[in-house]
T-cell receptor, first 109, second 114 residues
């Protein structure tokens, strides 16, 4: 079957760094997306990885290891507005996004 | 980035009536559009996939006669919730694909059936 595993909730301090891990099992693989979703809003695109390694984009970086079925999202210099859910979504062989429940990130001052 | 517009953002309707939700890709032609629903604190659940000019492919457990999807052009897809009931109250989100690895989301529609 297809499965996504992320922590349900994480707490971090403003200005700090947090890493959100994701392990996945899919039928085939065509890359992995990270999305941010604020409560009551639609998800917004953060990153896409298809090759192994780290992709850096401003304060956010995303890492992928295809052999391990593992990805992480790294958020630096945390701001209060980063409080949201972060969704790891791999794409399977049919180019369909597989969604988990996401990780709720709480930022404290 | 690409823009996907979803309308309305909120709608309240009476039980038994139908509601239409529009999803438009404003600055690109979407090869495929997806419709999701999301209950509070739960993950996105794919309802159906639609390609322009062909019938939508519904996920298991989603009633095609209740959730009518029309994808008349490369920039517009509509979801009609027919004979809505309170249990249909949810957050409905569309996404449009520009190529197989690019998916952009609309703003979502919060449907409340009273």
């Amino acid at each position: 079957g297809q499965n996504i595993d992320q922590p349900t909730e994480m707490t971090a301090t403003e200005g700090a760094i947090v890493q959100i891990n994701c392990t996945y099992q899919t039928s085939g693989f065509n890359g992995l997306f990270w999305y941010q979703q604020h409560a009551g809003e639609a998800p917004t695109f953060l990153s896409y990885n298809v090759l192994d390694g780290l992709e850096e984009k401003g304060r956010f970086s995303s890492f992928l290891s295809r052999s391990k079925g593992y990805s992480y999202l790294l958020l630096k210099e945390l701001q209060m507005k980063d409080s949201a859910s972060y969704l790891c979504a791999p794409m399977d062989s049919n180019y369909q996004l597989i969604w988990g429940a996401g990780t709720k990130l709480i930022i404290k001052p | 980035g690409a823009v996907v517009s979803q309308h309305p953002s909120r709608v309240i309707c009476k039980s038994g009536t139908s509601v239409k939700i529009e999803c438009r890709s404003l600055d690109f032609q979407a090869t495929t559009m997806f419709w999701y629903r999301q209950f509070p604190k739960q993950s996105l659940m794919l309802m159906a996939t639609s390609n322009e000019g062909s019938k939508a492919t519904y996920e298991q457990g989603v009633e095609k006669d209740k959730f009518l999807i029309n994808h008349a052009s490369l920039t517009l897809s509509t979801l009609t919730v027919t004979s809505a009931h309170p249990e249909d109250s949810s957050f409905y989100i569309c996404s449009a694909s520009r190529g197989v690895t690019e998916a952009f989301f609309g703003q979502g529609t919060r449907l409340t059936v009273v």
